[in-house]
């Protein structure tokens, strides 16, 4: 069986999670503190960072990576299109989420309230917070211009890329810094990705001191 060693509100590891769930790979998560540096863990991935998979008798790092070996190996259902424009798209949407989103928003949000306190670094910086609430409404909008001419996040099909970003979305939807209100599109995709199968056990997660809003796991939402 494959290992994931993650933290349940990284939207690094969801994303992987995603990817496994969606083509039923079974996987045993093991909850790894990396900021207390275990020796173990360090050579497991040097870098000290989550997810790290152990999968094929590898131990792999990095998301995106081990996302783009799940897909290689295990081509279906596929989260990647055919055409290299649409594979191109999907791809440059990844990145946007874990790099642009990650950077403007589910640091400045998630990690000054839930990751200080979890690592105990101390309180939450509100000048990074208000930032972080006024990016997420630009994000909102742009996911709003890409649904009002697609399917999905890419494209017609669903792929990676929704997953990148419901990874982000799910976990500051636990913290409640998510505003549904702000795009019915938006919120009919969340909705529709969250249903599936794949969701389920994010959707259970629960984290000590931290309690998500009642409608974090209704499907009606």
Not at 108 to 119: F, I
Not at 167 to 175: F, G, M, V
Not at 177 to 188: G, L, P, T, Y
């Amino acid at each position: 069986m494959a290992r994931l060693f993650h933290v349940p509100l990284s939207p690094y590891c969801r994303k992987v999670r995603l990817s496994l769930a969606e083509k039923k790979i079974e996987v045993e998560l093991v909850e790894e503190r990396y900021w207390e540096k275990d020796p173990d863990f360090l050579r497991r991935n040097p870098a000290g960072k989550v997810p790290v998979l152990r999968l094929d008798g590898q131990t792999m790092s990095e998301s995106a990576a081990i996302c783009e070996y799940i897909e290689e190996t295990r081509p279906e259902p596929s989260l990647m299109p055919k055409s290299p424009e649409a594979r191109y798209e999907v791809r440059r949407l990844v990145g946007w989420f874990d790099d642009k989103f990650h950077h403007e928003v589910t640091a400045k949000l998630l990690y000054e309230r839930v990751n200080k306190k979890v690592t105990g670094e101390g309180y939450p910086d509100s000048k990074n917070v208000k930032q972080g609430a006024r990016a997420i409404k630009y994000h909102l909008d742009y996911m709003t211009w890409l649904l009002d001419h697609r399917r999905w996040l890419a494209g017609d099909q669903m792929t990676l890329a929704d997953f990148a970003a419901a990874a982000h979305l799910s976990a500051l939807d636990y913290i409640s810094d998510v505003d549904w209100n702000r795009s019915q599109a938006v919120k009919d995709w969340y909705a529709k990705i969250k249903s599936r199968p794949a969701f389920r056990s994010i959707l259970a997660d629960q984290v000590p001191g931290f309690r998500p809003p009642a409608h974090y796991a209704d499907l009606d939402f």
